[in-house]
């Protein structure tokens, strides 16, 4: 897979697109909950983003897993 | 020459007791502000003890066959569907066929969660052009708050009752009516949504009551998965069929489960607001009853033209999902 700079950027412009945040809001650190502001809902939508976009199926269990845009990097960079 | 179903009736009925979310606040721990940003609810109607299902059907009916002009002797079959059925059975067709007319009319009830409306406007379309039936009913009642767990935080704002009734009329030569459906149904999720409790599997007995085995039971987040993707497959699958594409799409009348399904939808195809009805926050989601409530609303308010592709959508338990793509007009 691409490297983590190209997957974070493609990242950080899906979650922009889907919560409407600013760009400088998404830093790797930021919980999609607590600073992104995000509900449940929300982030269901933003994981059928993720998984259209790098083509790849997010089980639940892992998906429960991610709350942070680091973890999103991280999951896609080991499985897409 | 080419017969297709046409539209000559519709009809709906809403029970007048209002729930608001401020109500629910009483009976269980939420807020309206967590009610309108995650399903966009803001009340619903809920059907009295002494109503039900077939009731409300009946009404819907009633009404449905004022506005195509006809009376209920005129009718050779009855489709109804429904996920709370007066009585597992008799149907709630032959209920609602008995307070309608003396005369017998047969019918049956359908059951494919939410969607059983689209499922009732295809089979009825069905039997039209098989040539053997001219007026049929279609009803789409429920009775959800029946089945609403009010324990059940997650489940409890969500649903109302109420009915609403098609007359599909035989027209042998004509550019409107049903120009294509699309049914689907896929059991590997028949967990998500699901009455667990008073079927074959699990009948009724102390424990089955004391565990709430008889209340619906939904996983929230996983049938919004379904739902989002569901949605948008339906309405470009059955305006595939037709030979249409979303562009030629004038009126999207969705099934109103949460406006968070609709929204997404409505980013995705890109639509402007006079290109959708949505009324779910009066309403809630009163399953098979949403489309034709929503249509009506929309006809009411001079939404609907003669000519128009209108895309009726849902998706629901089994899970089954489906649209029928109608050219507006009798």
Request: with cysteine; net charge negative.
């Amino acid at each position: 897979m691409a490297n983590k700079e190209q997957v974070f950027d493609k990242v950080k412009e899906i979650i922009v697109d889907q919560l409407g945040v600013d760009e400088e809001e998404v830093t790797s650190e930021a919980s999609f909950i607590d600073d992104l502001g995000a509900d449940s809902l929300d982030i269901v939508e933003l994981i059928m983003a993720l998984e259209e976009e790098f083509g790849l199926e997010i089980p639940d269990d892992e998906a429960e897993k991610i709350s942070t845009v680091h973890d999103a990097v991280e999951y896609i960079r080991e499985n897409a | 020459m080419i017969t297709r179903a046409v539209v000559a009736g519709l009809g709906t009925y809403v029970p007048e007791a209002v729930l608001t979310n401020q109500d629910l606040e009483k009976i269980v721990e939420t807020s309206d502000e967590w009610i309108v940003t995650r399903t966009g609810i803001r009340e619903r109607h809920i059907a009295g003890n002494d109503e039900t299902t077939s009731s409300m059907a009946t009404e819907a009916s009633r009404r449905a066959l004022r506005d195509a002009k006809i009376t209920a002797e005129d009718l050779d079959f009855i489709v109804c569907a429904t996920n709370t059925p007066d009585t597992i059975f008799p149907s709630t067709a032959a209920r609602v066929q008995h307070q309608l007319t003396e005369k017998p009319i047969p019918g049956f009830d359908l059951q494919a969660g939410c969607t059983g409306l689209i499922y009732g406007m295809e089979t009825a379309s069905a039997l039209i052009k098989s040539g053997k039936y001219r007026n049929i009913l279609v009803i789409g009642a429920d009775k959800l708050t029946s089945i609403t767990d009010y324990e059940d935080r997650t489940t409890a704002v969500l649903f109302g009752d109420a009915a609403g009734a098609f007359v599909l009329q035989a027209n042998d030569n004509t550019e409107f009516g049903i120009l294509s459906s699309y049914l689907q149904a896929d059991g590997r999720g028949g967990d998500l949504l699901i009455q667990p409790g008073g079927g074959s599997l699990m009948p009724a007995s102390k424990e089955s009551v004391e565990t709430r085995q008889h209340y619906l039971k939904m996983n929230g987040n996983e049938t919004f998965r379904f739902a989002v993707k569901a949605l948008p497959e339906a309405v470009e699958e059955g305006l595939k069929r037709a030979g249409l594409e979303v562009g030629d799409m004038d009126l999207l009348v969705p099934h109103q489960a949460n406006l968070r399904i609709i929204d997404a939808a409505v980013r995705r195809f890109e639509l402007s607001p006079e290109r959708v009805v949505i009324n779910i926050d009066r309403y809630g989601n009163t399953s098979v009853a949403t489309i034709p409530l929503a249509l009506q609303e929309a006809r009411m308010e001079g939404r609907l033209h003669d000519g128009d592709v209108v895309v009726l959508c849902a998706f629901g338990a089994g899970l089954t999902w489906g649209s029928n793509v109608i050219r507006w007009g009798r």
